[in-house]
């Protein structure tokens, strides 16, 4: 059997796409995890986001695949739709499958007839969901005992019972399949990048995550010896940095330091390491661990700062892996010891934080963006946004917040719920504004890491950056509004990525693409 397996080609507006492109791992995963007799393809789109009809055409094409697969967020739902159509259109015998948050938490969004509809769907961890719906078409057996799965039965939709979380330990996954991706280009700031996984789930409820909507409250591993496999079959395909995909790591700090050493042991710490982490794990354990993690490799460290006021703290319930504790006792935020465990041992803060919270006013997105200014190497800072099944979602609701429902803007820093002060507009304007200064100061260490890279790309950087600034912004001859405004529009523009026009879509460049794998 024939399969290709899409991922979308809409990304995040942090970073440019030339800057930093991953690699979906959930793709190379299923592929792995299907009988290996298959011919499996893996696309990651985001390779190709200025010729994205183009690409699933060549692929469609060449493949002739008997199963289309396609990996979903919340706000790549509507071109994840045109793409099923374009894909029904080109060869309607396929069958299609989508998974990932967005179908496991509104399935209903796809159940509709519509040209583009899902034949599956596949709800919560799709390894052994997939490779049981391949194994359903091959037999022709039929679905209807495939836990995790809602299915098209002509026109009536069959909902199976969910499919248990699985332990990892001990298990039955294989490895990813890296092999089987035909699209080239991933990077990280000029390193070949890959993804690797080492444990699945967190035992928080965040109100503002997907996480435990998703599977529940739990955290599962995977051996130290297979993730150091995974690392080398990355390292295999080319890859020089690695960013470690968990949930949450830091959960289990000494599983995480046996890591650690582990990696230095098997002399895999010459690759370059992104990580997640919790404030209180890195501010309570810093004195040993982030030496460590240093001599392990890891470069990159993804802070959940997510507020520096106690109170939208609360309101994101997110205070009690921000405290910091000595002798069993809470002595505050662990914020700034996280950050100065982590500076002090050469590693870069990539701060998250969240803005534009129920009760926020410009002095309290103020004190976070100044906070971010001083303190984080390189800022992640989002607005909160109403994810399907999350508890924030239905408190937004509640309040009357939410100020759109194009769920193509839900992407994280397009500000789609106003506070109880601000629009939402004034609150994406705060923050673009002052965030586009902070990156731009994490340059000198980007030029310091791959020099060669930021000389060939500073100025696609810096376009994606300042991009709806003109030459009256920078004279000051308007109003910064006036640029927020193009920007917007800009913003508005790239989103549609199956447009005849992909080529004229500003700041991405085309990658090469690999040959279909055998």
């Not at 022709?140 to 909902?159: C, P, Q």
């Not at 106003?418 to 939402?424: D, I, K, Y």
């Given at each position: ?267 895999l710490n010459t690759l370059h390491y992104l990580v997640q982490a919790m404030t209180s794990s890195i501010a309570n354990h810093g004195e040993t661990l982030a030496p460590l993690m240093r001599r392990a490799g890891f470069r990159y460290v993804f802070l959940g700062i997510e507020n520096v006021l106690e109170d939208d703290l609360e309101f994101l319930r997110a205070s009690s ?198």
């Open positions: 059997m024939n399969i290709l397996l899409l991922s979308m080609p809409d990304s995040f507006e942090h970073m440019p796409a030339v800057g930093i492109r991953m690699p979906n791992g959930a793709l190379t995963s299923l592929a792995g995890n299907v009988d290996p007799h298959h011919r499996v393809a893996v696309a990651d789109l985001i390779l190709a986001q200025d010729r994205v009809r183009r690409t699933v055409c060549r692929l469609v094409g060449d493949l002739k695949p008997d199963l289309v697969g396609l990996s979903i967020m919340t706000f790549q739902r509507r071109t994840a739709t045109r793409v099923m159509e374009l894909v029904r259109s080109l060869r309607p015998e396929a069958r299609l499958a989508v998974g990932g948050y967005d179908p496991s938490l509104a399935p209903e969004a796809y159940e509709a007839s519509s040209p583009g509809r899902a034949d599956f769907i596949v709800r919560g961890e799709g390894e052994m969901t997939f490779r049981d719906i391949v194994r359903a078409m091959e037999t022709g057996r039929g679905y209807g005992n495939i836990a995790g799965l809602t299915y098209r039965d002509g026109d009536t939709v069959r909902r199976n019972p969910d499919r248990p979380v699985g332990r990892l330990r001990g298990g039955d996954l294989r490895l990813p399949k890296r092999s089987a991706r035909v699209l080239r280009g991933y990077t990280l700031l000029g390193r070949p990048v890959d993804v690797v996984e080492t444990s699945r789930g967190c035992t928080f409820d965040c109100s503002f995550c997907s996480i435990i909507a998703m599977r529940g409250r739990n955290f599962h591993t995977f051996e130290v010896e297979r993730v150091l496999e995974d690392i080398r079959d990355a390292r295999a395909h080319g890859a020089r940095a690695v960013f470690l995909v968990d949930d949450n790591l830091t959960l289990d700090v000494r599983r995480f330091e046996a890591l650690c050493r582990a990696i230095i042991d098997a002399k892996k921000n405290r910091e504790r000595r002798n069993g006792h809470t002595v505050g935020n662990a914020t700034l010891a996280a950050i100065d465990h982590l500076h002090r041992n050469k590693m870069y803060v990539v701060g998250g934080l969240i803005v534009g919270n129920p009760g926020d006013t410009h002095e309290s997105i103020e004190a976070n963006l100044e906070f971010a200014r001083r303190h984080v190497d390189w800022p992640y800072i989002q607005h909160p946004t109403p994810y399907p099944g999350t508890p924030m979602t239905a408190d937004f609701r509640d309040r009357g917040l939410i100020v759109s429902e194009r769920l193509e803007e839900y992407d994280g820093t397009t500000a789609v719920v106003r506070s109880e002060h601000l629009t939402a507009e004034e609150i994406e304007f705060q923050r673009w504004r002052a965030e586009r200064w902070m990156k731009v100061r994490h340059m000198p260490a980007v030029l310091r890491q791959s020099p060669l890279f930021l000389l060939r790309h500073w100025h696609g950087m810096l376009s994606h950056t300042y991009r709806g600034r003109t030459l009256r912004t920078i004279l000051g001859l308007e109003e910064e509004r006036a640029a927020f405004e193009r920007y917007r529009a800009i913003r508005r523009a790239e989103r549609d990525y199956l447009d005849e026009g992909d080529l004229a879509n500003a700041g991405r460049r085309p990658v090469p693409a690999g040959s279909l794998p055998v």
